[in-house]
Each structure stands twice: as structure tokens, then as C-alpha cells.
């Protein structure tokens, strides 16, 4: 036990329950392809999913790679459009337009980030919102955000987090969720959507006072700082459930942002890395995509 408290409660703890995102994205995925074998079946159209990546960066092809390779896997028609570094941010949202007119295409991803010569926004902003698979258009966001309303699409990182503590049987209604990281892509949608499930959210970020005081108090604690190990054991209350979103490199291999050797022995379920929330992101991202086929073709999603 590396935690530094005496309470009694930490020194009953037991090792975590690994929460298997691996095989629960394996799961998830047989899902989806059952679904699209029986849209086919019915005589309807496979969904269309065109990802837009502009530039050479090596981790976005490897990802838009493995995107291409998971979606054609499960029957979806996949359009990778490969772009040149130098193209204008004009002919991006001309090719976005294109896209946004095609009845074939239900979902449309531009993979960030883009070269520094074109604006983000201007951009995402052009995504037809029905279409919107990735969940970042602000109408999206801005229905997450909002009481009674409802996004047509749930971003694909923070929605894999809530998926993992659903199917691994996490109550979130009346607990106490703590955030650490208020980014646009994971840490704020993540909050909102713990919050629509009615946990009571703290969302913390580098210039949070008594950082590891309000973190020991989450029931439920999603961490996505891009900081590896961070978050150690006497950060974490005991029985706690995490979800370790971070992705970094120490001596050529990957970890989290949290000290898995250390917390495992804290928390009650917790996520490793790789094989937690990282495999979760193409199937959510999938899963968007046939509920866009699914609506735009007048079936019950
Ligand atoms: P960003 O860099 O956009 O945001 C990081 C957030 O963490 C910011 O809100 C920042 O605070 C906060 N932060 C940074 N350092 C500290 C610190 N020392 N103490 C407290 N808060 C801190 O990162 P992303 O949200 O894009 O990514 C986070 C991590 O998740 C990365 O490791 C990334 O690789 C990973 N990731 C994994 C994905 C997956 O599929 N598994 C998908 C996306 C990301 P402030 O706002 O004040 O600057």
C-alpha cells in the first residue's frame, strides 16, 4: 500500500478491478457490426465515413490508418481524403462543403490538429451538424452544455470514458466526479457528460488551488492532463473509480496520467494504459457514425 493516509477504509483496500477497455471496445465493435449487417439486410445503405487529414504528421496517419482499417472491418464505406500540407483553408471547407452535400456520407471527420495556416474553428464550423460524428461542431457542444437539450452527437474520447463506467456496472447518478483537464476535446465535454448523468462534477486544471485536496474527493475521477504519472496514490480516495485518459511517452513506452502501480492499489476499478480508454475512441467514433446512418436513412436509433 503506497498511499500515505492511515485511514482504515485505504488499508482494506485491495488491488482495482482492471477495467478492460480492450475488450470492451471488442465488444462494442461486434455490436456495431451486427448492426450494420442487418441495415444491409433490410436493404439499407452501409454509413459513409470520410475522414479528412491534411499534412504529414506520422501519429495522425497512423491513427486515420487504423480508423480506415476498424470501419471497413465492420462493413462501413470509408473515404480517407489525403491532403497536402499546403493546402488552403479555403479548399478544406470546400472539400468539407462537398462532403456535406453527399447523400452516400453520414459522418465527417477532420483530423486535428491541422496546420497552423488554417483556422481550427473556421473549419469545424462548417461541418454539416447532422454529420458531425465527432462531436465538436459548437451547436454539438453547446447542446451538451445545456439543460433539456440534447447533442445529436456525443464527442468520441469522453463518451469511450462514460461507455467504460456504464458497462463496467459504475453507478455516475449522485456521485462525486472530479476532472482534471478542461480541454475542448476530453476534458470539458467529458464534465458535461458526467453532469447529464446527474454525478456532481469538479473540474480542475493547472491553475486549480489544493490540486490534490479537491482530487481526493472524487468517487469517480477522469484525469486527461497529458502529464505522465501524475496523479499518485494518496491523491486518490479509496474505493475511487479511474478513468486514466492520458497518452505519453517515458523511455519509448506508453503510460498515463496517472501512476497506475501506485493507484491500482487505492482505487476500486481503474483503467490501464494502453488497452483503456484508447481503443474506446474509433468505436465511439464508429458507433456516431451508423447512429447518423441509422437517422439519416428514418430508422430508430
Ligand atoms: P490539453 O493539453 O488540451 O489539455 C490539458 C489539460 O490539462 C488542460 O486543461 C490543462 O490546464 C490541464 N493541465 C495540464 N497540466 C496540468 C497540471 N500540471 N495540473 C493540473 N492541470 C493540468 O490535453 P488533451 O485534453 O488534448 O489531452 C490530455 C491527455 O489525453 C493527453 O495525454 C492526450 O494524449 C490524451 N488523449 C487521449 C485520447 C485517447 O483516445 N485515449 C484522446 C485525446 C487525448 P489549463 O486548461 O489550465 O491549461
Redesign the pocket.
Known amino acids: 500500500m503506497s498511499t500515505t493516509t492511515n485511514d482504515s477504509t485505504a488499508l482494506a483496500a485491495t488491488t482495482a478491478k482492471l477495467i478492460d477497455g480492450k475488450e470492451i471496445a471488442t465488444n462494442v465493435r461486434k455490436t456495431i457490426k451486427e448492426d450494420v449487417e442487418k441495415l444491409i439486410k433490410d436493404g439499407k445503405r452501409a454509413p459513409g465515413l470520410v475522414v479528412i487529414l491534411v499534412g504529414d504528421r506520422p501519429d495522425s496517419h497512423t491513427y486515420v490508418r487504423s480508423k480506415k482499417k476498424t470501419a471497413s472491418d465492420l462493413g462501413f464505406v470509408s473515404i480517407d481524403c489525403i491532403l497536402p500540407a499546403s493546402t488552403s483553408q479555403e479548399e478544406v471547407i470546400e472539400i468539407v462543403r462537398k462532403y456535406n452535400n453527399s447523400d452516400e456520407v453520414d459522418g465527417i471527420l477532420v483530423q486535428l490538429p491541422l496546420p497552423s495556416h488554417i483556422n481550427e474553428e473556421s473549419v469545424l464550423n462548417e461541418i454539416d451538424i447532422t454529420k458531425d460524428v465527432d462531436g465538436f461542431h459548437p451547436v454539438n457542444i453547446g447542446k451538451l452544455s445545456m439543460r433539456n437539450r440534447k447533442s445529436l452527437f456525443e464527442p468520441c474520447?469522453p463518451k469511450?470514458c462514460i461507455e467504460l463506467l456504464i458497462r463496467s456496472g459504475v453507478q455516475i447518478e449522485g456521485k462525486n466526479a472530479v476532472v482534471?483537464?478542461?480541454?475542448n476535446?476530453?476534458?470539458l465535454p467529458v464534465a458535461m457528460m458526467l453532469m447529464n448523468r446527474n454525478a456532481t462534477v469538479t473540474i480542475?486544471?493547472?491553475?486549480?488551488a489544493n490540486?490534490q485536496q479537491v482530487v481526493s474527493q472524487a468517487d469517480i475521477l477522469v484525469v486527461?492532463?497529458?502529464?505522465a504519472r501524475?496523479v499518485k496514490a494518496d491523491w486518490v480516495k479509496p474505493g475511487a473509480i479511474v478513468i486514466d485518459?492520458?497518452?505519453?511517452t517515458v523511455d519509448g513506452k506508453l503510460c498515463g496520467?496517472v501512476d497506475f502501480a501506485q493507484v491500482k492499489e487505492v482505487a476500486s476499478q481503474i483503467t490501464p494504459v494502453p488497452g483503456g480508454?484508447?481503443p474506446m475512441?474509433i468505436a465511439m467514433l464508429l458507433n456516431n457514425t451508423l447512429i447518423s446512418a441509422k437517422r439519416r436513412q428514418g430508422l430508430d436509433i
Do not use: E, F, P, Q
Open positions: 474520447t469511450g482534471l483537464g478542461r480541454s476535446i476530453v476534458g480542475c486544471h493547472s491553475k486549480t490540486l486527461a492532463i497529458g502529464v501524475m485518459v492520458g497518452m505519453n496520467d480508454v484508447g475512441t
